[in-house]
Every structure is written in C-alpha cells, then in structure tokens.
C-alpha cells in the first residue's frame, strides 16, 4: 500500500464520524440524494452498487427503490466509514444491504444491475476510466449514475467558488494536498468533467442535472447496447 493510499485512509478514518454528520444533515443533503437515487433508477429487485459508498448514507434512498428483493452493495476501501455503515445496517435491520472493502477502480463484484458513485469521480487518478470499468460491469442495458461537487458555472452564485476552493483544500486528505495546492478546484473540475463525459459517451437516455446552486451535478443514464 502506498504512503498516500494509507495517508487518505487514515484521513477518512479519522473523521468518519464527522463526514456521516455533514453527508446526512447538511441542509438540501436528503433531496441530492434522493435525486442521485432517481437518475440511477434501479429496478424493484435488482443489485446496485455503490462505488465509495462512505458511510451508507446512499443506503436508504437506494435500498427503498429497489425494495425487498433487490441487494444494495457498497464499496470503500476505507476501514473508518465502513464501520459506521455497517452500524447504520446493523441498526436498521437491512438485511439485503451489505458493505465490503474493495477498491472502487477494481471493485470486488461480479455483476450488477446499476452502480452507482457518489463524490468519488475527482478523488481518481483517471475517473474516466473508472467509468468504463462500471460500464463494463453493469454491461448493456445497465444502469449509471455519478454525482459529484466542482465550481459552480451559474453567474449569480459564482463569488461562492472562492468560499468552495477553500473546503477543497480543508477537506483534502494530507497526501494530496501537495497537489491540490497547485490547483485544487482546476483538478476536482477537470476530473468530474471527465468522468461525467465518459458516461454520456456511454450511455444512452441521459439525464443530467445541477442542484445545490450548480456545484452539484447529477448524471444518470443507461449502457447503450453493443
């Protein structure tokens, strides 16, 4: 394991307990992420995966669509917020949900019916492809969805990317900020817009949207037939 892999684990690991406070309560958290789960739309009774699941709180929103008969899986490779999803789990009584710790360029699955990945596109070396890999495991027919957070691009809310740029780097564990400081919100944008553009290439009956005063976009599509 490299020194930055174990340096952004135990990053993750640290504030575990914080990231699950601030991905669940902040305000307009819920409604992103009940539209992440509308661009997937998975099926009653199919298996979706979620690339860098965190700490679960996808799971919910997920696990309501594709009810009983349907398997939620999450992926992370971070021990920390794995535990607290698997606490989440244990409390709620899914027994159809389940977490394991794998890499989200490599993940630990077989198949799936659609996966899913949330701000995870600008923290990959190369996001697009990832999404090919996902494509691939999914395979045509199947369902993508990505929701990640850059700069904003609508005119009035535009002074905000400054406050923006400053949690990027905050929130930034400490092996990659040597980069993030050469340009922190240039890098995060290019490697959404990567990811992003792979999946529309991809996919077929595309939705795209932005919320949170456009620094959060939402794409979702399905794997165009070969």
Excluded at 45 to 64: I, K, Q, S
Aim: glycine share 12%.
């Amino acid at each position: 394991m490299s020194d930055g892999i174990a340096a952004t684990q135990e990053f993750y690991t640290r504030y575990a307990a914080l990231y699950d406070a601030i991905a669940r309560h902040t305000p307009g958290a819920g409604s992103l992420r009940a539209s992440v789960a509308d661009a997937l739309a998975p099926e009653p009774g199919d298996t979706v995966v979620e690339m860098g699941c965190g700490t679960g709180a996808n799971f919910p929103y997920l696990r309501e669509r594709v009810g009983p008969t349907g398997t939620v899986v999450g992926v992370d490779f971070t021990p920390g917020v794995l535990a607290v999803a698997r606490e989440r789990i244990d409390e709620a009584g899914w027994e159809n949900v389940h977490v394991v710790r794998g890499d989200a360029t490599r993940p630990p699955v077989r198949d799936a019916d659609a996966v899913l990945a949330t701000f995870v596109s600008g923290m990959l070396g190369d996001p697009a492809a990832a999404v090919r890999t996902w494509a691939g495991l999914v395979g045509p027919g199947g369902r993508l969805a990505l929701a990640d957070l850059g700069r904003t691009t609508t005119t009035p809310f535009r002074p905000l990317n400054a406050m923006f740029k400053g949690i990027v780097r905050a929130s930034s564990p400490p092996g990659t900020r040597s980069q993030l400081d050469r340009s922190p919100t240039e890098m995060l944008d290019a490697r959404l817009a990567a990811a992003h553009r792979q999946l529309d290439d991809l996919c077929e009956d595309v939705q795209y949207e932005t919320r949170a005063l456009g620094f959060a976009r939402v794409t979702g599509g399905r794997v165009r037939e070969e």
